[in-house]
């Protein structure tokens, strides 16, 4: 597995994600893959800066392998603990006056992975996904 | 991103280029705080965005709710890898795309 340190912070979410897309992109993966995989560690990265360690800051490190035309990728922050499986899917029928602005993101990355795990272990949200392409 | 707007009476077409995600969403939710007073009629043009993630599916949804008080709204030229986030979130049901 490929591993890496950076700030959680918002404006570093391109130095998260560039590794793995280059390394989709050197496995061949196809443009559909590229794309939604940009989207889902955008979605989760931004949580991560946004959230874990508000109002202070800390490291998220990330770790990644490709192997047989399978991308997983292990997230892991030690802030506050959070579990983006426990909440419930954004009420996508509900009248647009209705619509809730939350939950979307989380919503995006669960249909767009095959497998998403998380972990609370010793003070650090570990969360495992896995696309393959 | 780039937003460039053209006027035609009380039609306004905002064309938008680049990405439309977490870094820039927020300066075009303020572009449509602060533009949409009197617009009947608003067309979000996506030809040149190659892509869209959540914030900036709150943003557009921001957009129609405001137009939803005022007149319409329209957006046009979206590419296939949108047009799954869009289908995906059900925004195909609460946007009109041409």
């Given at each position: 597995?490929?591993?890496?340190?950076?700030?959680?912070?918002?404006?570093?979410?391109?130095?998260?994600?560039?590794?793995?897309?280059?390394?989709?992109?050197?496995?061949?993966?196809?443009?559909?893959?590229?794309?939604?995989?940009?989207?889902?560690?955008?979605?989760?990265?931004?949580?991560?800066?946004?959230?874990?360690?508000?109002?202070?800051?800390?490291?998220?490190?990330?770790?990644?392998?490709?192997?047989?035309?399978?991308?997983?990728?292990?997230?892991?922050?030690?802030?506050?603990?959070?579990?983006?499986?426990?909440?419930?899917?954004?009420?996508?029928?509900?009248?647009?006056?209705?619509?809730?602005?939350?939950?979307?993101?989380?919503?995006?990355?669960?249909?767009?992975?095959?497998?998403?795990?998380?972990?609370?272990?010793?003070?650090?949200?570990?969360?495992?996904?896995?696309?393959?392409? | 991103?780039?937003i460039k707007e053209r006027k035609d009476g009380s039609k306004l077409v905002v064309s938008?280029?680049?990405?439309?995600?977490?870094?820039?969403?927020?300066?075009?939710?303020?572009?449509?705080?602060?533009h949409l007073a009197g617009v009947k009629e608003l067309e979000l043009d996506?030809?040149?965005?190659?892509?869209?993630?959540?914030?900036?599916?709150?943003?557009?949804?921001?957009?129609?709710?405001?137009m939803?008080?005022q007149g319409k709204m329209v957006?046009s030229?979206?590419?296939?890898?949108?047009?799954?986030?869009?289908?995906?979130?059900?925004?195909?049901?609460?946007?009109?795309?041409i």
């Open positions: 597995m490929i591993n890496y340190k950076v700030n959680a912070k918002v404006d570093l979410i391109d130095e998260m994600i560039n590794p793995i897309i280059s390394s989709l992109e050197e496995n061949k993966a196809d443009h559909k893959t590229l794309y939604q995989m940009n989207l889902v560690l955008e979605e989760l990265l931004v949580n991560v800066a946004n959230y874990a360690y508000a109002p202070n800051e800390g490291d998220v490190e990330i770790c990644y392998e490709i192997k047989n035309k399978e991308l997983e990728v292990v997230i892991i922050d030690k802030g506050k603990p959070f579990n983006p499986l426990e909440h419930s899917d954004p009420d996508l029928k509900a009248p647009v006056e209705d619509r809730k602005i939350g939950g979307l993101g989380i919503y995006l990355v669960k249909n767009l992975v095959d497998d998403i795990q998380y972990q609370r272990v010793e003070n650090k949200n570990i969360l495992k996904i896995n696309k393959k392409f | 991103m780039t938008v280029e680049g990405r439309i995600d977490t870094a820039t969403s927020p300066e075009l939710a303020e572009y449509f705080q602060s996506l030809e040149q965005v190659n892509y869209v993630s959540s914030a900036g599916l709150r943003t557009i949804l921001l957009a129609q709710k405001t939803d008080k957006v030229h979206v590419c296939k890898e949108i047009m799954e986030t869009f289908e995906l979130t059900c925004f195909t049901d609460i946007l009109t795309i």
